[in-house]
């Protein structure tokens, strides 16, 4: 896994020399205070996904677009779309579940593994070179996560 951040490192050095790359060794963790089966859960994706009639990630800005999109719970996946140039597509294309696993996440709540699911998700776009914006947005979002009383926010990264 290493050697793949360390090659990654090299390719983002060759077209952007000016970015900052850091590697975390160490991740803080906050344990959970009660059993998933007592928890609300939402998605939150930097996958670039919106839904098809909200406002477009803007792929031009050169560091990155720092807002993010709010996902209806709701939501039926060929609803969304997919506005993130800077990965492969082909299996999230078979399966949007890939990067924003709901279908899984609603299969885990009818079985009693999670309580329940938000009301509302989070959608990010990955491929940032400027963090500074995206921590104020990331807060905005986390804070209107826990005004929904979301205990788990789960990532999927791209």
Same mark, same amino acid.
């Given at each position: 896994?290493?050697?793949?951040l360390?090659i +990654?490192?090299s390719l983002?050095k060759?077209?952007r =020399?000016d970015?900052?790359f850091v590697?975390f060794h160490n991740? =803080?963790?906050?344990?959970? $205070?009660?059993?998933l089966?007592?928890? *609300?859960?939402? !998605?939150v994706?930097?996958?670039? &996904?919106? @839904? *098809?009639?909200d +406002?477009?990630f803007d792929l031009?800005?050169?560091?990155g677009d720092c807002s993010?999109?709010? &996902?209806?719970?709701? #939501?039926?996946?060929?609803a !969304?779309?997919v506005?993130h140039?800077?990965?492969n597509?082909?299996?999230?294309n /078979?399966? !949007?579940?890939? @990067?924003?696993?709901?279908?899984?996440m609603?299969?885990? @709540?009818s079985e009693?593994? #999670?309580?329940?699911?938000s009301e509302?998700? #989070?959608?990010?776009?990955?491929?940032i070179?400027d963090? +500074? =914006?995206?921590? *104020? $947005?990331?807060?905005?979002?986390? *804070?209107?996560?826990?005004?929904?009383?979301?205990? #788990? /926010?789960? &990532? +999927?990264?791209?």
């Amino acid at each position: 896994m290493f050697n793949h951040l360390l090659i +990654t490192k090299s390719l983002i050095k060759r077209n952007r =020399p000016d970015f900052d790359f850091v590697i975390f060794h160490n991740s =803080p963790i906050t344990l959970l $205070s009660k059993p998933l089966n007592k928890c *609300k859960l939402a !998605l939150v994706t930097t996958g670039g &996904l919106h @839904v *098809k009639s909200d +406002t477009a990630f803007d792929l031009n800005l050169k560091n990155g677009d720092c807002s993010y999109r709010i &996902l209806p719970g709701d #939501i039926k996946l060929d609803a !969304l779309m997919v506005s993130h140039k800077w990965y492969n597509h082909k299996f999230i294309n /078979a399966d !949007l579940n890939c @990067v924003f696993p709901i279908d899984r996440m609603r299969e885990y @709540v009818s079985e009693g593994l #999670i309580k329940s699911l938000s009301e509302e998700h #989070i959608s990010f776009m990955g491929h940032i070179y400027d963090t +500074t =914006p995206l921590m *104020k $947005s990331s807060t905005e979002a986390g *804070k209107y996560l826990k005004m929904l009383n979301v205990d #788990i /926010a789960f &990532l +999927t990264p791209t």
